[in-house]
């Protein structure tokens, strides 16, 4: 779509920067912009227009990590409210922001998706900090991979507290030993989590990222609820229906024929999972490590300052976001795979199972693991965490002087809320991919590229030809 993976600028003229919109009794027959217009009737340009697509899209990605913190923050703490409120205020003005004849001033446009991301930076710091309040620190651990037995319930999303809610209510009645929890995709870190580890029937993982469900869920035989996005529903797949009947949906999630658990009632999903038959053939012997909380690395900072001050440690590469299908994705497997052993890995989201079967082992001369799982996608702040602490520790002012490198993969509107957070902090020189965002057109593009030095990595034919050469100017 745009050829500015080097930082080289876009040709305005050679590109598609028609705009669209119809959100008013104004709009053109078919929406300002169907028949080519660059300009809406309210003199809206297709500049300003993306703009706000992007802002729409940041809001979105910004209340659901606020829905997930509401329902952990504590109501009667005075600082955890005025947090919320100040998301809150973000989200609104956003919106408003984008209403037919409000706005139409370029440099305020840029502002508030500024102000948006630092929103994203609040509501992922008060996420994890719910988080590790409510669960404890997550520390390092090794757990099965696709290994189950026995009774089970399959939860896949980001929920901590709907799991954790589920294996009390399991422990309630008195069915431990008779009902095994596993987790899938994004759910991957809560093994890391002291107090959700307690609970010994969370057992292992299953499967990898978010759209293996139907085929994975098609061979498990027993429960599943699904507790925020990513659902395929019954429209894109025919697989759905081989295990709708025992599927369950969570909150805001919900597909047709799915069951819903309401007011946090799970104990339809508990008799259900024993009526099922007990789970068989996933009897894999892989294993996968979990738990690089960044407070917990930022224990080891005595190490791994001395490791890169001894040139043990010469980089660290955030291979992180949330993962799509496809061939492009590999381009991130290949970019860890081809790093130098004095390289750290550290990465989040569901993009990290493109890689994390790999035993990339310690850093040469150390016990710094080269692999860091920093968790979900929310826990992306994580790597921010590092970095500051790290700077402050080295006397450097800039983060962009760290040698640090950040290859972001990126789906959906959380990302979008994430990629906005690094913007505010004035993070530059982030590679993004394996697709460039069609909300972009070329103005934008040069913006960002101008301002951040972006790169996109436009859906590389040749994901490991591709992820060689740039991994070769990155270390350069």
Same mark, same amino acid.
């Given at each position: ?341 004095? =390289? $750290? +890995? &550290? ?10 079967? %790999?035993?990339? !082992? ?52 959380? =990302? $979008? +809320? &994430? ?10 020189? %982030?590679?993004? !991919? ?43």
């Amino acid at each position: 779509m745009f050829d500015i993976f080097s930082g080289k600028k876009e040709d305005a003229t050679s590109k598609d920067t028609n705009m669209f919109c119809y959100q008013c009794e104004m709009s053109m027959t078919d929406g300002c912009g169907s028949n080519g217009q660059d300009i809406g009737t309210c003199g809206k340009s297709a500049l300003e227009s993306r703009l706000q697509d992007m802002m729409i899209f940041g809001t979105k990605g910004l209340a659901a990590y606020r829905s997930h913190a509401r329902e952990l923050i504590n109501e009667d703490s005075q600082e955890d409210r005025d947090r919320l409120l100040k998301i809150d205020d973000v989200i609104s003005q956003s919106m408003y922001f984008t209403l037919t004849n409000v706005n139409f001033n370029f440099d305020e446009h840029i502002a508030q998706l500024m102000k948006l991301g630092s929103a994203g930076v609040e509501v992922l710091d008060l996420l994890s900090d719910s988080h590790t309040k409510h669960f404890g620190i997550p520390t390092p651990v090794k757990i099965t991979q696709n290994r189950a037995e026995g009774h089970a319930i399959l939860v896949s999303g980001h929920n901590l507290d709907m799991l954790s809610r589920l294996l009390k209510r399991i422990k309630e009645r008195g069915l431990e030993d008779k009902i095994n929890v596993y987790t899938h995709s994004e759910m991957l870190p809560a093994h890391g989590y002291p107090q959700l580890r307690e609970y010994k029937n969370l057992k292992g993982n299953i499967g990898k990222a978010w759209f293996d469900q139907t085929d994975l869920f098609s061979k498990w035989q027993g429960a599943i609820v699904v507790n925020t996005n990513c659902i395929v529903p019954r429209g894109k797949s025919a697989k759905v229906d081989s295990y709708i009947d025992r599927l369950y949906t969570y909150d805001m999630v919900g597909i047709d024929g799915a069951k819903k658990i309401e007011e946090h009632n799970y104990d339809a999903l508990i008799d259900h999972a024993l009526q099922l038959p007990k789970v068989s053939g996933f009897e894999s012997d892989e294993t996968l490590t979990t738990g690089h909380h960044y407070k917990t690395i930022l224990t080891l900072a005595p190490q791994i300052l001395e490791a890169v001050s001894e040139g043990k440690i010469t980089k660290f590469f955030v291979i992180a976001g949330c993962d799509a299908p496809g061939k492009g994705g590999e381009y991130f497997r290949e970019m860890a795979k081809e790093l130098p052993p004095s =390289a $750290v +890995i &550290i990465t989040s989201s569901c993009g990290k199972f493109r890689f994390n079967d %790999i035993d990339f !082992g310690n850093v040469p001369g150390t016990q710094i693991p080269r692999y860091l799982d920093l968790g979900q996608c929310n826990d992306s702040n994580g790597a921010v965490h590092i970095a500051i602490a790290v700077a402050n520790a080295l006397g450097v002012k800039d983060l962009n002087d760290l040698p640090v490198e950040i290859v972001l993969s990126w789906m959906e509107q959380k =990302a $979008v +809320i &994430i990629l906005l957070a690094l913007f505010s902090l004035g993070i530059k020189n %982030i590679y993004l !991919g394996p697709k460039a965002p069609q909300f972009i057109n070329s103005d934008i593009a040069n913006f960002l590229v101008d301002t951040f030095n972006i790169h996109v990595i436009d859906n590389p034919k040749e994901p490991r030809v591709q992820a060689k050469k740039d991994l070769e100017e990155l270390l350069a």
